[in-house]
């Protein structure tokens, strides 16, 4: 499934973006369209166009508009925000665009073979290899993590967090749709995809963090949101199945229906992710070294015990041959 | 999980029935979710038996949550109507049927259906192996059942109902849920016991809500 090279039927051509070509359609979303389209210096970029007439209410159309104009000086200052490169249209035209960087292929990464090219994004890695390994599921976290950390610093909210709304540019997980960023906290807000809302509704940088302990618990488990909190179906007990359970513990504090008993902050997310990290790397190491330790004490019984044989050997050899 | 679901029923469902009420005021959005997170799996499940697709047994969900919110004061008012059940069977049934309908004015039909007869409401196999009556309401306990488990979910710590699914939808033994999740044996037997007695609850008063009107 590629670029569809058609626009969709029924609905107006797109408009012409400046100094870029539309080469094909590679998502919808409930507010728009996003384009594969090349640059004038032959790059590839995604260009997502927001018609005022695809919203069933006009405050949608403005609340994008903004979302994207707060979200654009700051796109570029954080590895795990996707950039936003150009923004045009307006209001009184009906539309406005902006242009991103191009997600990698699902298959050839950043290598775009036009007419097959496909988005990858988290929720696509989910449907493809099921649960992820705890270490790639702690690596996303924390990009992701720190990446919300730095619009909260900035008095600005992603209020969407879904694994289809992380993409990968360059194998590097990104937080991606700026269309409901906004800097108005105003709790109890029900904005954002079903199942990743925090209960107390959307508008708290509190309601992110339980998003993302959403996206985690589905990348973890491999689990749809709604089955939370329930673990794996194939839960063994690997070392892996046993950093699942671990990894678990930070999921459910993220996602506790009382705010007060979550993560106070993406920082503080962030922070548990890094430690995990960092104990399960000491605990292997110290398991490793705890078996090298027992290796070494079994090898030097054995050479004791074979010296002792050939001492022994040797002295009943000299007292049997008289010497 | 549906087959451990189907087997817990008994246990779960008591038999008796309450009042139906709120579902008359349409202008309560709570209502409405209330409704739907209660029956949208029936209608869903129902609609898919009957040889739907997944996006066709969607539609059949939507179309009938409407057809109740359109007809729930005339039923309410006819005393002929039945059980809010046999009812509710009823026009999942005809929302069915309007989606096989739906399927002779694809072009391509009469090739894929071999210019066969399109079934009838009464005809629709919701069942092909027990009565249609029984098999609705298998799975109206079943659904039941379920629609109280996921409200539980939302009530209890993440850990309690963790070692309840464990133990007793997955039937791991204690001493195994204990070790893996670190907790002692205790601590399991106390979360399946809460949560167990809050599913009953629940079922109780789901039945209250919307069983009898």
């Known amino acids: ?323 | 999980m549906g087959s451990e679901i189907t087997s817990l029923t008994e246990d779960f469902i008591p038999t008796r029935y309450s009042l139906l009420s709120r579902l008359q005021n349409w202008g309560d959005e709570a209502s409405w979710k209330d409704f739907f997170d209660t029956y949208w799996r029936l209608i869903y499940s129902v609609a898919r038996r009957a040889g739907l697709t997944e996006t066709e047994a969607q539609e059949v969900v939507q179309e009938t949550v409407i057809s109740v919110a359109k007809s729930i004061h005339r039923f309410r008012r006819d005393p002929k109507s039945g059980s809010f059940k046999g009812w509710l069977r009823n026009l999942t049934r005809w929302r069915i049927a309007d989606q096989l309908r739906k399927r002779t004015r694809l072009p391509g039909y009469e090739d894929l259906t071999g210019g066969g007869r399109l079934p009838e409401p009464d005809e629709i196999p919701d069942t092909p192996d027990e009565s249609a009556g029984a098999r609705w309401e298998e799975e109206w306990q079943a659904n039941l059942l379920q629609a109280a488990i996921d409200r539980v979910r939302q009530q209890v710590k993440e850990e309690q109902f963790q070692m309840f699914d464990l133990q007793v939808l997955r039937e791991w033994p204690v001493e195994r849920i204990a070790e893996t999740l670190g907790v002692s044996a205790a601590r399991v037997y106390l979360a399946k016991h809460r949560v167990t007695s809050m599913i009953k609850k629940e079922v109780r008063t789901l039945q209250k809500k919307w069983d009898q009107i």
């Open chain 1, 1 to 323: 499934m590629g670029p569809n090279l058609t626009f969709p039927a029924g609905e107006d051509p797109p408009p012409p973006i400046p100094e870029h070509e539309l080469l094909g359609l590679i998502g919808t979303g409930s507010s728009g369209h996003v384009w594969l389209a090349k640059n004038a210096l032959g790059a590839f970029r995604a260009v997502k166009i927001v018609r005022e007439n695809s919203f069933n209410y006009g405050g949608a159309f403005d609340r994008e508009w903004q979302g994207v104009l707060k979200f654009e000086p700051i796109s570029r200052s954080h590895d795990g925000l996707v950039d936003i490169l150009q923004v045009g249209g307006s209001k009184e035209a009906g539309y406005f665009y902006y242009v991103m960087e191009l997600a990698d292929d699902i298959i050839s990464g950043q290598v775009v073979i036009q007419g097959r090219y496909l988005p990858r994004t988290l929720s696509r890695d989910i449907e493809r290899r099921g649960r992820l390994p705890i270490g790639e599921c702690v690596r996303t976290g924390a990009a992701i993590a720190s990446a919300l950390s730095f619009l909260h610093r900035h008095d600005l909210l992603h209020c969407d967090v879904k694994p289809s709304n992380i993409i990968f540019v360059n194998g590097f997980p990104k937080l991606a749709d700026a269309g409901l960023v906004s800097e108005v906290f105003k709790p109890g807000a029900r904005v954002g995809t079903e199942g990743f809302i925090a209960p107390e509704g959307s508008g708290t940088p509190e309601a992110d963090v339980y998003s993302l302990g959403k996206v985690l618990y589905e990348i973890s488990t491999g689990k749809d949101r709604n089955e939370y909190p329930e673990l794996p179906p194939d839960l063994g007990e690997t070392a892996e199945d046993r950093d699942v359970v671990q990894f678990n513990k930070i999921v459910l504090r993220s996602c506790r229906a009382n705010p007060r008993q979550r993560f106070r902050s993406a920082e503080d997310l962030l922070t548990a992710l890094v430690s995990f990290q960092f104990c399960q790397h000491q605990l292997r190491k110290a398991k490793a070294w705890r078996y090298s330790a027992r290796l070494l004490a079994w090898c030097g019984l054995v050479v004791a015990l074979v010296a002792s044989v050939l001492m022994v050997w040797r002295v009943v050899w000299l007292l049997t041959h008289g010497k």
